[in-house]
Structure formats: structure tokens, C-alpha cells
């Protein structure tokens, strides 16, 4: 933590959330701002979740789609599959 403007600021890093299909791919231009990478995979598990809960034909759309979390310098960081968002599969591991 770094202090600025007489309260502290907490290090954020940019994140990108992809989404991949092995053939095409829905590029996140603009990333989100996390503490980590742990923060990252919660927002990205959310994303699943809210596209989980649209009607079952858009979530039959999905499958076979994964979202891809790259870190700053492009590097894919953690991997989750559409279709089974509550097994996520760490590149960390």
C-alpha cells in the first residue's frame, strides 16, 4: 500500500477477462482493476454466474466457452469453463 493524499491507496493491477471458444475470441479491451489475482477470479466467476442466469437457450450458447484471465503482460493466469462454473481449473496449481 502506498499512502497518497493522506490515506492509504491499495496496489491494483489491470486484468483482462477473455472469452475463448478455441476458435473465436470476445477480447476485453478495457480489464478490470483488482487488488490480485484471487480478486480477478471472483469478478470473473460473477461474470459466469450472471451469464448462467440469462434463459437456457443463451447458456446452451455457451458452451464449450471458457473465460481466460490474462494478467498485465498478456500471460493467461486462470482458465474457467462455461460450462461448469463452479470447477474452475488453476493455471497457478
Known amino acids: 500500500m502506498a499512502l ?4 492509504f491507496d ?16 470476445i ?7 483488482v487488488s490480485d489475482i484471487d480478486a480477478a477470479l471472483i ?3 460473477e461474470v459466469i454466474q450472471k451469464l448462467r442466469a440469462q434463459d437456457d437457450v ?3 450458447e455457451w458452451q464449450g466457452w471458457r473465460l481466460e484471465i490474462t494478467d ?11 460450462d461448469d462454473p463452479l470447477s474452475t481449473k ?4
Open 4 to 7: 497518497q493524499g493522506g490515506h
Open 10 to 25: 491499495l496496489m491494483l493491477s489491470r486484468f483482462h477477462v477473455h472469452l475463448n471458444n478455441g476458435e473465436d475470441v
Open 27 to 33: 477480447r476485453d479491451e478495457e480489464g478490470i482493476l
Open 43 to 45: 469478478a470473473a466467476m
Open 58 to 60: 443463451s447458456a446452451a
Open 72 to 82: 498485465g503482460a498478456g500471460k493467461v493466469t486462470e482458465s474457467l469453463s462455461l
Open 90 to 93: 488453476s493455471l497457478r496449481d
